[in-house]
T-cell receptor, first 114, second 110 residues
Framework: DSGVTQTPKHLITATGQRVTLRCSPR?????VYWYQQSLDQGLQFLIQ???????AKGNILERFSAQQFPDLHSELNLSSLELGDSALYFC?????????????FGPGTRLTVL | GQQVMQIPQYQHVQEGEDFTTYCNSS?????IQWYKQRPGGHPVFLIQ?????EVKKQKRLTFQFGEAKKNSSLHITATQTTDVGTYFC??????????FGSGTRLQVQP
């Protein structure tokens, strides 16, 4: 158990819909990262938040958005869903001390778009 | 943008054989990390390498960071069935966001 929690575990929805994925980081970790892992694909970095502010952006579509709240939990919003958005979405957190940046991954949310 | 190539994509070995996966970056890295993802699981941090030419060992696993800080390798000696999974390198250019390699999936035949 990494200490990072993600809900829901599974999500099945239809094309065109909007969903929200939730992540609670490890206690004390200020940084939250979101990744997308498609079938047989590597991990694609989407976005990073640090203490409530956006820190880095990766290959995140305009239909996707995220935020980090004052209690440090984060939400990833996916809208106008397409079949190709079906994937595992991981959240990770880290404390980030100097150059040390070990990331702790949550169990993931499996999104299926029908 | 940042490119990280990882080879091989897949390797099937007999238990007891050695295994190596290689990672190459198009740019000089601040540091490189390695993660392992078991089937159906989430990535788990193995190690971070920071210094040029650094070599670190964890039991049967040996990690190396190239002199130019553009490549890295993970070598497993005498594989066991518990080593099964996908091994990812993750490159940090200093901007904190990690670029993951495509991963090497390791199968170990008992």
């Amino acid at each position: 158990d990494s200490g990072v929690t993600q809900t829901p575990k599974h999500l099945i929805t239809a094309t065109g819909q909007r969903v929200t994925l939730r992540c609670s980081p490890r206690s004390g970790d200020l940084s939250v990262y979101w990744y997308q892992q498609s079938l047989d694909q590597g991990l694609q970095f989407l976005i990073q938040y640090y203490n409530g502010e956006e820190r880095a952006k990766g290959n995140i579509l305009e239909r996707f958005s995220a935020q980090q709240f004052p209690d440090l939990h984060s939400e990833l919003n996916l809208s106008s869903l397409e079949l190709g958005d079906s994937a595992l979405y991981f959240c990770a957190s880290s404390v980030v001390s100097g150059s040390y940046n070990e990331q702790f991954f949550g169990p993931g949310t499996r999104l299926t778009v029908l | 943008g940042q490119q990280v190539m990882q080879i091989p994509q897949y390797q099937h070995v007999q238990e007891g054989e050695d295994f190596t996966t290689y990672c190459n970056s198009s740019t000089t890295l601040s540091n490189i990390q390695w993660y392992k993802q078991r089937p159906g699981g989430h990535p788990v941090f193995l190690i971070q390498l920071v210094k040029s030419g650094e070599v670190k060992k964890q039991k049967r696993l040996t990690f190396q960071f190239g002199e130019a800080k553009k490549n890295s390798s993970l070598h497993i000696t005498a594989t066991q069935t518990t080593d099964v999974g996908t091994y990812f390198c993750a490159a940090d250019t200093g901007r904190r966001a990690l670029t993951f390699g495509s991963g090497t999936r390791l199968q170990v035949q008992p």
